[in-house]
């Protein structure tokens, strides 16, 4: 059985239709990148997996639990984090603050420390700037910081939504290798993202989303050989 299972799932915008019955897995331990041009429903599938959109139809099934009407803030209990599109930090809090605000579910305070220890010795800027405001950190610290708060959460399962998004080459390379490592240490990671070449380098297996279907699906490797994504997505 597949650490994620979504099936059949259908998502509208009222009578627009965005997601038109994709079918899709996610094995424990693996990087699996969700690719595709703007509009193509990559979001609205996240989304919809982590409680914030709820699905028409369709099943979403996580760790043998079928999920599909499990509100978003449930699932972080349950092993899930969501880092979401444009950081989403808060602005007026400081680091520290912030990645606190990402072990909100944990109970144990020794737990937590020495999670937050892991997160500063992964990310050893937030470490360096603790006590400043979020607001004051520059894009790429910002998804660092974004990425430390769901690590809080101690997740089985990490899903990430564009994190390269707006950054500089040397921030990018920076969070992929990062990413790597995450799913080094464990954590099975869904990626949606729109640097495919970066996307496809990284992850295992890889689905292409076009206008609310899955378009192409396989190996990552062997997706990023294949003519039609290189024409589309991997083209200068």
Do not use: C, W
């Not at 009407?69 to 602005?91: Q, S, T």
């Not at 894009?139 to 101690?154: F, I, P, Y």
């Not at 990626?191 to 699906?217: F, M, P, R, W």
């Amino acid at each position: 059985m597949a650490m994620l299972e979504v099936r059949d799932l259908e998502v509208y915008y009222g009578v627009i239709q965005a997601i038109k019955g994709i079918s899709f897995d996610v094995d424990q331990g693996e990087i699996v990148a969700l690719i595709g041009a703007n509009g193509a429903g990559k979001t609205t599938t996240l989304h919809t997996i982590t409680g914030l959109i709820n699905a028409k139809s369709g099943k979403i099934v996580y760790e043998g639990t079928d999920i599909t009407k499990i509100p978003g803030y449930k699932l972080v209990g349950m092993g899930i984090a969501h880092v979401p599109e444009g950081r989403r930090v808060f602005a007026t809090l400081t680091v520290l603050q912030n990645l606190k605000m990402g072990a909100y579910t944990r109970k144990d305070k020794e737990e937590m420390e020495a999670t937050l220890k892991m997160v500063y010795s992964r990310f050893p800027r937030l470490e360096e700037r603790k006590n400043q405001p979020a607001g004051t950190l520059s894009g790429g610290e910002q998804q660092m910081l974004a990425m430390g708060r769901a690590l809080m959460s101690h997740p089985r399962m990490i899903v990430m939504d564009e994190p390269s998004m707006g950054l500089s080459p040397i921030y990018v390379n920076e969070i992929f290798d990062i990413i790597q490592k995450i799913n080094g240490d464990g954590t099975t990671v869904l990626l949606v993202e729109q640097n495919a070449k970066k996307a496809l380098s990284i992850a295992d297996k890889a689905y292409v989303l076009e206008t609310g279907n899955i378009a192409l699906s396989g190996d990552a490797k062997e997706l990023m050989n294949n003519d039609q994504v290189k024409k589309a997505y991997l083209s200068e």
